[in-house]
């Protein structure tokens, strides 16, 4: 069994995921059992999430792609987005069991249309784990994105796979940022307490997609897990979230 943890370095000529004199636009730390009116569901599953303990916990089955017009419980603002630039943060926690979940962001129309920061851990089919940070954009069909790969890990068996994951890494931080046409997703992984071989804590982007138009008019915020071929069939996801927060400069 090999093990390998790259963290990649940052590409600063991109970055521009600073929220340095920030104004909170919206905040949600998913306090009391239920959640807040600001949010409304589309296709709702009421048995697959829960709001406890200033926690939103979404759980998927597996082979649930990442889809913002057909995921089950896509949590997306009643409210308009803001004009000018913004910056949406995500605080999240995996324990993961498919080694295949990811976390999307954005802003959506209809049609599944949309600009999205995705933070997702992806299982090839020769047993390598490795985790993403991407920004994607869909319209009308047609895609385009840029990757930014954050670390791999390689074993054959899930648990320990898993293992690697949580033994070095405490939450995840995943950002999407809006600075005049230009879009950028970035990323953070907290290390965990004690972790030897943990990330450094540091923000991460991705090259930025330009949108000439508004690519959605709300913010989204989704959770899936898609199979590969070393995952369990029949398994299930899940992830804990502890805040989201919109910044307007």
Avoid at 117 to 125: A, M, Q, S
Wanted: proline residues 6%; neutral net charge; glycine residues 8%.
């Amino acid at each position: 069994m090999k093990n390998i943890w790259l963290a990649l370095g940052m590409l600063g000529c991109f970055l521009f995921t600073g929220t340095a004199n920030a104004e909170v636009w919206f905040e949600d730390q998913f306090e009391g059992d239920e959640l807040g009116a600001d949010w409304t569901i589309r296709n709702p599953n009421e048995e697959n999430y829960l709001v406890e303990n200033g926690v939103l916990t979404i759980l998927v089955p597996d082979k649930t792609p990442g889809n913002a017009e057909k995921t089950p419980n896509i949590l997306m603002l009643k409210r308009p987005a803001p004009k000018g630039d913004w910056t949406m943060t995500v605080h999240f926690r995996f324990n993961p069991q498919t080694m295949s979940e990811e976390l999307w962001t954005g802003l959506a129309k209809e049609g599944g249309n949309g600009l999205f920061g995705i933070f997702y851990l992806y299982t090839d089919n020769y047993a390598r784990t490795t985790a993403y940070v991407q920004t994607f954009k869909q319209i009308n069909g047609k895609s385009s994105k840029f990757d930014n790969n954050l670390f791999w890990i390689e074993s054959r068996n899930l648990q320990t796979r898993s293992k690697i994951w949580t033994d070095n890494v405490e939450a995840v931080e995943l950002r999407l940022s809006k600075k005049g046409r230009r879009y950028e997703a970035a990323v953070r992984l907290l290390p965990a307490s004690g972790a030897k071989n943990g990330p450094k804590g540091e923000w991460i982007p991705t090259r930025p997609i330009t949108s000439l138009r508004p690519p959605g008019d709300r913010f989204v915020l989704f959770f899936a897990s898609p199979s590969s071929g070393y995952i369990p069939k029949g398994g299930e996801a899940l992830v804990e979230i502890d805040w989201v927060r919109i910044e307007t400069p």
